[in-house]
């Protein structure tokens, strides 16, 4: 008697979720998305524009200074964590294309104003 292909494909499925729970408990805390630093402020205080941007610049070189301090950890030996490097080199490339990208649009934005007719 043959089996089904639906208890196969329901036991390859719970097979499936039961590998991902256990990868996910080993997963280190540090890889994991943090909460946007500028959505846990007072949303009650102003916040410039300028403050804004200074902020963000602020956590873009945090990313770009750990990403490379890991980076050098594992090229000198120190550390064996290539993942977590590689992790952290992304998390810096990603937030500065949209730092790049956030700039081409205030630029585009005020040559466009620069533009209008008094």
């Known amino acids: 008697m043959a ?11 719970q097979l499936m979720l039961s590998k991902m729970d256990a990868m996910q ?5 540090e890889s994991a998305i943090s909460a946007n630093p500028l959505d846990t402020e007072n949303i009650t205080s102003s916040l410039s524009f300028s403050d804004a941007m200074m902020n963000v610049l602020d956590s873009v070189n945090q990313y770009q200074s750990l990403a490379s301090n890991k980076m050098t ?19 810096a490339s990603l937030s500065f294309d949209a730092l790049m990208q956030v700039r081409n649009k205030v630029v585009t934005s005020f040559e466009d104003i620069m533009k209008m007719p008094v």
């Open 3 to 13: 089996s089904h292909p639906i208890h196969n494909t329901i036991s390859a499925e």
């Open 25 to 29: 408990s080993v997963i280190q805390p």
């Open 73 to 91: 950890a594992v090229e000198t030996g120190q550390s064996d964590d290539l993942v977590g490097a590689m992790i952290a080199s992304q998390k």
